[in-house]
């Protein structure tokens, strides 16, 4: 965690105060809550074919194309393969995640209150993160490093592996996602998948180096 905050610990710092921003933004200046709106109901329109491919954009595309600039000295470009395997995984976590924020409000509500929005956190933190998308995100990277082998894959899974890279990726997470949930929470639940989008850029380009550095280092 420590190697992804020195690389991208500025990106996190300004992503987190951006959504602080647009947050009080949203509540303050109803220009901006009418765009918010307008956005919403694309969504609303779109449905999970919205959810795969603006998850797609924002967490695949566009942080490739950030990278090109960001990526740490010696950290080599990805090929065209490693490419369309992270955007696919981004497409497929984008409908995961719109499920469960219409999940989350459906058991907690649509209340703004600290109490909910708290519980909404600690479920996603520490439940959803850590028991289902970490590892899913795991298992697809692992899937690649073993060229796309089921058998060889399976073979590849042990315990001590899943966890310490299930473990990385939640650690880093806690301390990128916290803050910006915070203010998507507190979100009425028709815009919280948009402006989880913005985030997700950022958390993409995380994801990735964590990813990539896991290999290098052997885990």
């Known amino acids: 965690m420590v190697l992804v905050w020195q690389a991208y610990g500025r990106v996190f710092v300004g992503i987190q105060a951006v959504a602080l921003a647009v947050g009080a933004a949203y509540f303050c200046i109803p220009e901006v809550r009418g ?10 329109e779109g449905g999970a074919w919205f959810a795969a491919w603006t998850s797609m954009l924002f967490g695949g595309v566009i942080p490739e194309l950030l990278k090109w600039k960001l990526r740490p000295a010696g950290l080599p470009a990805p090929r065209a393969v490693e490419v369309v395997h992270q955007i696919g995984i981004f497409g497929i976590g984008g409908v995961m995640v719109d499920v469960f924020y219409r999940q989350q409000a459906a058991w907690f ?18 439940l959803y993160s850590l028991f289902v998308a970490n590892p899913i995100a795991v298992l697809w990277f692992l899937w690649r490093e073993q060229g796309f082998d089921p058998v060889k894959t399976v073979k590849a899974c042990r315990w001590a592996v899943l966890k310490a890279r299930t473990l990385q990726i939640w650690t880093t997470g806690l301390v990128f996602w916290t803050p910006l949930l915070g203010v998507l929470y507190a979100l009425p639940a028709a815009l919280q998948f948009v402006a989880f989008l913005f985030a997700l850029t950022a958390w993409g380009i995380v994801l990735v180096f964590i990813a990539r550095r896991q290999v290098a280092g052997g885990l």
């Open 109 to 126: 509500g649509d209340s703004a209150g600290w109490g909910v929005v708290v519980l909404k956190i600690v479920v996603d933190q520490g």
């Open 35 to 44: 765009a918010a709106e307008v956005a919403a109901g694309w969504k609303r």
